[in-house]
């Protein structure tokens, strides 16, 4: 019996620890997704996309006066990022489009040293480098013409004939017809022209009314360190809205310290721009208008939530706060 129960308690130790073996073997370590999912923090996976994603090349301002295009530029965004109007860039570098811009392609900045741009085709060159025409000798002898005469023989009657005068024919004089007394003509009536007034140019140009882009505390002026346009502070995902009627030339976060940004065109040349946005709900090409809400504000590039906002004419920035109506 003794031996029956000592081989019944090593069989017994022996099975557990078999199935504690196969207990360890089979239990190994939980995978990231999960072990991170059971701490209710986000998995080390997402973060590796997430840093693994693709990022816009961004514009800085030139120091050679040069720009190499990169995927996404616009030239609207490249004469932004350096103060310059888009039409002196497409001028400068004959472009045939502003909208047709190619990777790859080196763009000037500057002027050409002359203030002209080299063409191909015909070449003009100006009047004091070229020598005056000079006199040609003719290649054939001048003709020399002879007066005609009728040679006669010597008589008397030929004598007679050359030497005798000519008959004067006696005009019967016309009588002359009076002239009519004609009155003169009686001046026309003067009429006055009707006073015009010359058409009142606003200070913003053709843009009749321009209306704020967001809701919140103006928190940064024109000029104020080195800014070139005001900041409102506002609340996350608030509206941002076209401040006048227009066309959106760039939209993206191509430029660098604008974060999420558009760059809308107006008429008489003028650009709005709006940076540090959370979402932009419109894209390049689109037309809007006055009050439509094209954005939502966010802190993209920026050390808390605001709008920083630009107006520019001819790529030179504007304080805005002269063309945005008074607020109470």
């Known amino acids: 019996m003794k031996n029956a129960a000592g081989v019944s308690m090593k069989t017994l130790v022996l099975s557990l620890l078999v199935l504690s073996l196969v207990g360890c073997v089979s239990s190994g370590p939980a995978p990231v997704s999960d072990r991170a999912s059971a701490r209710g923090g986000s998995s080390s996976v997402t973060a590796k996309a997430d840093s693994a ?4 090349p961004q514009i800085a301002p030139s120091t050679n006066g040069l720009h190499t295009v990169q995927r996404g530029d616009t030239l609207y965004a490249i004469a932004f990022a350096n103060s310059l109007d888009y039409r002196e860039l497409s001028r400068w570098n004959q472009l045939d489009s502003p909208d047709r811009i190619l990777v790859g392609q080196v763009l000037r900045l500057t002027a050409p040293a002359n203030g002209t741009v080299q063409t191909t085709g ?11 025409p000079s006199a040609q000798p003719l290649t054939e002898s001048s003709v020399v013409r002879t007066p005609q005469a009728v040679l006669l023989d010597y008589s008397e009657a030929n004598w007679a004939q050359v030497t005798s005068p000519r008959p004067v024919v006696a005009v ?23 006073v015009v007034s ?11 009314n321009w209306l ?25 995902n608030s509206p941002v809205k076209a401040v006048a009627s227009g066309k959106v ?15 809308v065109k107006h008429s008489g040349e003028y650009l709005s721009a709006y940076a540090h946005n959370e979402t932009i709900l419109v894209k390049e090409g689109d037309t809007v208008t006055a009050g439509q809400k094209i954005a939502r504000m966010g802190d993209t590039d920026s050390d808390r939530v605001k709008l920083h906002f630009e107006i520019r004419r001819y790529g030179k920035p504007l304080d805005p706060l002269n063309y945005l109506p008074e607020r109470s």
């Open 212 to 236: 704020w882009p967001a809701e919140g505390i103006l928190a940064g002026r024109f000029g104020a360190a080195g800014g070139k346009g005001i900041d409102i502070v506002g609340t996350r």
């Open 53 to 56: 994603r693709t990022t816009t």
């Open 249 to 263: 030339v760039y939209s993206g976060s191509g430029l660098r310290g604008y974060g999420q940004l558009l760059i």
């Open 198 to 208: 010359a058409p009142v140019i606003s200070a913003d140009g053709t843009v009749d």
């Open 122 to 132: 015909i070449e003009i060159t100006p009047l004091g480098s070229v020598a005056p």
């Open 172 to 194: 019967a004089a016309l009588p002359v017809p009076a002239l009519a007394t004609v009155p003169p003509p009686s001046p026309a009536p003067v009429v006055s022209a009707p």
